[in-house]
């Protein structure tokens, strides 16, 4: 007997269910056709809608049965039911009635038109005619903030909104007012809804009560934009996204699911940040500055012949990115050799990467997925607040802390997708979420313990978690290490130090000589951090030091603004000693404004490139946008520019596949690149097309030019096609949400893949991990120690051109204890100078009464100003009055 699967009746048709799930799940999961509205994988059931009606049979004699609600119905072995039945037909169809009593028939003007659940159950249902005639109830729609606009009258009553907000996403500004037929969903007085999962809203509401604002302003209908599958540029976490065009312009950005990663959910960081490549910083043209400054545009021919210049000379250095693409990276390795390519990071960031390679790669230790982190028993954060670094790693650890444990749910017979029930029972018996950090996180209100203590005393808790450990019946039952232990799926996460880093790797590696299947989630800073790390590069201080003996005369920047790694002082002494300084980036920084020759270049959304995520992960994403005057990628340039150089063979890496095949020859880390997708034209391989099937309207677009039908531009490297017609696949490569008869997003919830897109660098071995010798205890710091507040808008340098997020970023703060405050006499809103080796920078003081005494929290990735050299001492002098911030 197959003990993992049931077979079903469902309208004498045998369908397979999985025990655990509910009838709606089962059915929807073997392709039948059954209409909902209030329940969602993610969020579970809570039989709001009655919509999801089943006639349930009681044994082969009962031939009368009785209505029940499919999501609030357990599968069981050999169950009898019918979608079909009359009865249930009817029900279904006077629900729609009711649901439709109040909702306007807006469709025609309604942003989701076309792609609305609302819209697909009705055709499902079959339902055309409404008895009801008189007046409509009508709401006041309030100002939710730039992301979202909010359109009440279309709400149809489902609670999805709320139980995502409140109970899935932990905000507490957003709720349901009213009673009876006048609820209304939406804020206790119009404001900026403040959860940075807030724009998860637009996809997680069946109809058109939350728009995306930014994409209302450049709207299309979906079926008249291309989608291509892409990876958020924003974070290290590698969220799986959409990204839809029309006429070569970015329209908007949806969720791509990935059981592994992101689900069904986005942070608004990477939903709107993505409109960074609108924005007046885009730099799309080239151009050659002279010595007086005056600056002379250049086509790309032109940009390229003039980078090539420099690669004449042996004397030439290359500085990479971590928020560059690996081919890009590696293009620029190839061309001026491995000794004389730079990492780009501060001397911190290239510390911390390369520990967390050596945790990964060398001792084997197990990551955690955001996926494991929501199915964690136990969890320690150790270090750094999660919330802003990686936010869907934090939404995730939010779940596994706000609901029971698999096994408390087992004991109790709490299916798991009953999710009000699970949350409640949470409640008595919370999953333990231990955070010890310097200051406070945007977590705490569901941990279970909160340390807050300085980095020395962070390496002191974790070594004594580890020597409890090993014996442990020296541990307090009531301590961490007896915590864990006591877990069966621990999950530690950590960042901001190597040295807490290595221990709390020690600490994974010691649980799994217990038999406990721990795994750790290194938190790091940036989009290819890993990736970057991974060409063993020295950081950005040893190309300084190079270009100060004279030796790297010319240098060619990579997509990195260097001003943001590392002090002005040091940076600008080196530029005043090199000869030319070429920039490829595709946004205008103050490393572009400086240079010698800035060349505009294709951003994520313009090349397929690779990103390896902090798991290590590698995932590609593909050219999204299709205009006539795009900059080529990096990769590209840099190319063309070595041929012309001599530096290359003319017939040199003329498909990205064959520069993937240069970088796996030299760097054996990412030879499991060559894996990821199949290449264009690769076997007979059909292409999954990018453009819908109902893709309209390019005659009549450029009927003012033109009225023939443009060819649409293909990608010749990528396995999409430019076509409306061609397989679907049910992984990473889908470009489009869509089934039969289902046009909305929730088609993703018919034909979730178990697939984990992308290759894992360093795949699970099974031996224990290796444990790794600890640094000896840094010399204490004299006087206060300022370590950085990153932000979720804010800190990260190309979302923070995003009008929409530019908009949410606040003023930047130095957090203090309020006894180290009042030593100093500083209060909270005074403005003070906070200075960390030679950078000085303005901040507001903010108190933070949870803070650990001797450390402050100072606000960084501050738009247009240098990064202080964080970890380090500050000095703290009040600013005078008046004078700007
Ligand atoms: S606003 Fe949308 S998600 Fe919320 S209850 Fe109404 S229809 Fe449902
Ligand atoms: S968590 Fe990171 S990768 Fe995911 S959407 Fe947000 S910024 Fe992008
Ligand atoms: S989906 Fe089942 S009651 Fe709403």
């Keep these: 007997m197959d003990l993992n699967h049931l077979h079903l009746d469902v309208d004498r048709t045998i369908i397979t269910a999985q025990p655990g799930q509910n009838v709606l799940e089962a059915c929807l999961s073997a392709q039948l056709d059954l209409p909902y509205f209030c329940w969602h994988p993610a969020l579970g059931a809570v039989g709001a809608c009655r919509q999801c009606a089943v006639k349930l049979f009681n044994g082969p004699e009962d031939h009368t049965g009785t209505i029940v609600m499919a999501c609030m119905t357990p599968v069981t072995p050999g169950m009898r039911l019918s979608i079909t039945d009359p009865a249930t037909a009817q029900f279904r169809d006077r629900v729609i009635e009711f649901v439709l009593t109040n909702h306007p028939h807006d469709c025609p003007v309604c942003e989701v038109g076309g792609e609305c659940h609302l819209q697909d159950m009705t055709a499902l249902v079959k339902h055309t005619e409404r008895s009801y005639r008189f007046t409509k109830r009508t709401h006041l729609n309030q100002d939710l903030g730039p992301f979202i606009r909010h359109e009440m009258n279309r709400c149809i009553g489902c609670y999805r909104c709320v139980r995502f907000y409140r109970d899935y996403a932990g905000g507490d500004d957003f709720g349901v007012f009213g009673a009876n037929r006048n609820i209304y969903f939406g804020r206790a007085t119009p404001g900026t809804l403040e959860s940075e999962f807030a724009g998860n809203l637009v996809e997680v509401c069946p109809t058109g009560v939350f728009v ?230 945007r977590l705490d209100d569901c941990a279970t313990a ?108 990579l997509e990195n603004d260097l001003h943001r790694r590392s002090e002005t002082g040091p940076l600008e002494h080196a530029f005043s000693r090199i000869a030319s300084l070429s920039v490829l980036d595709c946004i205008e920084t103050p490393t572009t404004a400086t240079a010698d020759l800035a060349i505009a270049v294709g951003s994520f959304a313009d090349a397929d490139g690779t990103l390896v995520n902090q798991e290590g992960r590698a995932q590609r994403s593909f050219k999204a946008i299709f205009g006539a005057d795009d900059p080529a990628p990096s990769w590209h340039i840099l190319r063309n520019a070595g041929i012309a150089a001599g530096r290359l063979d003319a017939t040199a890496w003329a498909t990205h596949r064959d520069l993937i095949e240069a970088m796996a020859a030299n760097l054996p880390d990412l030879a499991a690149c060559r894996t990821l997708w199949p290449h264009a034209h690769e076997g007979d391989m059909q292409r999954p097309p990018t453009l819908p099937h109902r893709y309209s309207g390019r005659t009549a677009v450029n009927a003012a030019s033109h009225v023939r039908e443009p060819q649409p531009f293909a990608n010749p490297d990528s396995p999409l096609g ?110 003070v100078d906070c200075t960390i080796g030679t950078t000085t920078v303005r901040r507001t003081i903010a108190l933070d009464p949870t803070m650990a005494a001797g450390v402050a929290g100072l606000t960084i990735g501050v738009q247009g100003e240098a990064n202080p050299p964080l970890p380090g001492s500050l000095t703290i002098t009040a600013s005078h009055p008046g004078e700007p911030s």
Aim: aromatic share 4%.
């Design 212 to 441: 995306d604002k930014p994409f209302a302003t450049r709207f299309r209908r979906k079926w008249d934009m291309r989608a291509t599958p892409s990876i958020c540029p924003h974070c290290a976490v590698g969220c799986n996204i959409t990204v839809q065009e029309r006429e070569g312009e970015f329209r908007r950005v949806v969720n791509l699911y990935n059981a592994a990663l992101n689900g069904y959910f986005l942070c608004d960081r990477g939903r709107f940040g993505v409109d960074f490549i609108r924005s007046p910083a885009r730099r799309r043209t080239s151009l050659q500055r002279d010595a007086q400054g005056t600056e002379t545009p250049l086509d790309i021919a032109a940009a390229t012949a003039a980078l090539a210049e420099p690669l004449r000379t042996n004397n030439v250095i290359g500085i990479g990115s971590p928020r560059a693409s690996l081919e890009a990276n590696a293009a620029l390795r190839l061309l001026v050799g491995p000794a004389h390519f730079y990492a780009g990071v501060s001397d911190h960031d290239a510390d911390i990467i390369a520990t967390a390679i050596t945790i990964l790669r060398d001792a084997a230790v197990p990551t955690a997925t955001p996926a494991d982190a929501a199915q964690a028993d136990a969890v320690l954060i150790l270090g750094e607040d999660p919330s802003d670094i990686a936010p869907i790693l934090a939404l995730s650890l939010r779940q596994s802390a706000q609901r029971a444990t698999s096994e408390a749910l087992a004991i109790r017979q709490i299916p798991a997708w009953n999710d009000s029930a699970a949350r409640r029972s949470a409640a008595g018996s919370p999953t333990p979420l231990i955070i010890a950090t310097p200051m406070s996180t």
């Design 450 to 557: 909160c340390l807050r203590l300085a980095p020395t005393a962070l390496l002191t808790l974790a070594a004594t978690i580890k020597a409890q450990l090993e014996h442990p019946s020296t541990a307090d039952p009531t301590a961490i290490a007896a915590i864990l232990c006591c877990a069966s799926a621990p999950v530690i996460v950590v960042g901001g130090d190597s040295a807490l880093m290595r221990a709390a790797a020690n600490i994974v590696t010691t649980l799994r000589r217990h038999g406990i299947a721990a795994r750790l989630s290194i938190l790091l800073p940036e989009t290819n951090s890993l990736g970057l790390g991974l060409f063993c590069a020295p950081p950005l201080s040893a190309a300084l030091a190079a270009i100060q003996t004279g030796h790297a005369p010319h240098v060619i920047v």
């Design 722 to 831: 430019p076509t409306m017609e061609g397989p679907m696949p049910r992984t990473g490569l889908m470009p489009h949400v869509w089934s039969p008869g289902w046009n909305s997003v929730q088609a993703n919830l018919k034909f979730p893949s178990a697939a984990e897109p992308g290759v894992m660098l360093f795949p699970a071995i099974t031996r224990i991990p290796t444990e790794l010798p600890l640094p000896h205890p840094p010399s204490p710091t004299p006087g206060i120690l300022a370590l950085p507040i990153r932000r979720v808008f804010g800190s990260d340098e190309l979302s923070n051109l995003a009008p929409a997020v530019a908009s949410r970023v606040g003023s930047p703060i130095l957090r203090l204890n309020p006894a180290d405050a009042a030593t100093r006499g500083l209060s909270a809103g005074t403005m």
